[in-house]
């Protein structure tokens, strides 16, 4: 089964300032996708980026963007000027290509934006 | 506008009381799933369904049922909720793989089993 470890369950930044997010995840499939989704105060669940396994090219969306290390199974979200907007909870989430291609959650990381 | 929507957003109730939360997407997905949401564990899937009278057991189906007789629907039953089910709920909904496996999600209900 695949599993996903956010080991930061909190992160803190200054505003104008970058912050880097940290996701591992495991899984023995060749295809799959990963994404982060943000959680602020609201509850929403919003997409913030995704990343096709089979593609080598790290995404990029705005101000966020990520680092995929598919041998180290690493997937990292890197926030640029940060804003006070970006305070909430960040989760990091994978997906199967095959089968139900349920979504699998790490724990989150609560990202705190300091003015 | 395209969404998944979930009622009741907040609900507090008593051990044994059967409750269910609705969930409906306008956007013609097959497939829908239920999650719960509890600090330090993430989102953890509940039951999915691929499709109109095809549902299975996610992760953590205990205590849960789910139906799901017309496309646009997936009710999440509990029919004897106990205080382990606190929890935020999330619903959400997918489209074929030509849309990259992006779920929509509803915008949570908050359960409180006392």
């Known amino acids: 089964a695949q599993t996903v470890t956010q080991s930061q369950p909190e992160m803190s930044v200054q505003e104008a300032e970058t912050v880097t997010l940290s996701c591992t995840y495991d899984?023995?499939?060749?295809?799959?996708?990963l994404f982060w989704y943000k959680q602020p105060p609201s509850r929403q669940m919003i997409l913030v980026i995704r990343?096709?396994?089979?593609?080598?090219q790290n995404a990029t969306e705005n101000r966020f963007s990520v680092n995929f290390q598919k041998a180290a199974k690493s997937f990292s979200l890197k926030i640029s000027d940060s804003q006070l907007g970006d305070a909430a909870m960040y989760f990091c989430a994978y997906s199967s290509f095959q089968g139900a291609q349920k979504l699998v959650f790490g724990q989150g990381t609560r990202l705190t934006i300091n003015p | 506008e395209a969404q998944v929507t979930q009622n009741p957003r907040y609900l507090i109730t008593v051990t044994g009381k059967k409750l269910t939360v609705t969930c409906s997407q306008n956007?013609?997905?097959?497939?829908m799933s239920w999650y719960r949401q509890d600090p330090g564990l993430g989102l953890r899937q509940i039951y999915y369904?691929?499709?109109?009278?095809?549902?299975d057991k996610g992760d953590v189906p205990e205590g849960y049922k789910v139906s799901r007789k017309e496309k646009r629907n997936f009710p999440l039953i509990l029919e004897s909720p106990s205080p382990n089910q606190t929890s935020l709920y999330f619903c959400?909904?997918?489209?074929?793989?030509?849309?990259?496996?992006?779920?929509?999600f509803g915008p949570g209900t908050r359960l409180t089993v006392t």
């Open positions: 959400a909904s997918r489209g074929d793989r030509g849309e990259s496996y992006e779920q929509y």
């Open positions: 990343q096709e396994a089979y593609k080598q």
């Open positions: 369904s691929m499709n109109v009278e095809v549902t």
């Open positions: 956007m013609n997905h097959e497939y």
């Open positions: 899984t023995s499939e060749s295809d799959y996708y």
